[in-house]
């Protein structure tokens, strides 16, 4: 009679056996047109359109964005800085709001969404960077800015309340 440890054994070295196991089937993990990463890790059922004032999912989907964007502009030694700072500013918007949402006191809701601030006008004058740099992707980088001027906006009225 085998043992827990030996059925659990012979469990492992049959899966290996069958090679790699797709987690998702069907998902497609490289779906970098469509833009959707959101959906594969979101923890409920996908909502049907998500709501513009849901600002975790609007900020998560301006990272991916950015990220996105990102992709498109040419790596060389000029513009490989700005590439890193607009990665790293536009993402930060958001998980800088993820961290005001568990901030314990008013005073350090406050000071988190300043960063988020300082985080949305860096994101801006990257973009704005980037457009004079590689003036072929002005116009891609247009709708960016404006979503991180709003951004902008949302947070310095949290700020001052």
């Known amino acids: 009679m085998k043992s827990s440890k030996d059925k659990a054994q012979s469990s492992r070295e049959d899966q290996r056996d069958q090679g790699p196991i797709d987690p998702a089937p069907g998902v497609d993990w490289l779906a970098e047109e469509s833009g959707d990463f959101g959906g594969l890790l979101r923890d409920g059922p996908p909502a049907s359109e998500p709501h513009s004032w849901d600002l975790l999912e609007r900020t998560a989907k301006f990272g991916e964005q950015i990220i996105r964007f990102s992709k498109r502009i040419a790596r060389g030694p000029g513009n490989d800085r700005l590439i890193d700072q607009l990665v790293g500013a536009g993402t930060s918007v958001g998980a800088n709001y993820c961290e005001a949402n568990?901030?314990?006191?008013?005073?350090?809701?406050?000071?988190?969404?300043?960063?988020?601030?300082?985080?949305?006008?860096?994101?801006?004058?990257?973009?704005?960077?980037?457009?004079?740099?590689?003036?072929?992707?002005?116009?891609?980088?247009?709708p960016l800015y404006r979503e991180a001027h709003e951004l902008l906006c949302i947070f310095g009225s949290m700020r001052t309340k």
């Open 102 to 142: 568990e901030a314990v006191s008013k005073k350090d809701f406050q000071f988190t969404i300043s960063r988020c601030v300082k985080e949305a006008k860096e994101t801006k004058f990257f973009l704005r960077m980037i457009a004079a740099a590689e003036p072929a992707l002005a116009e891609s980088a247009r």
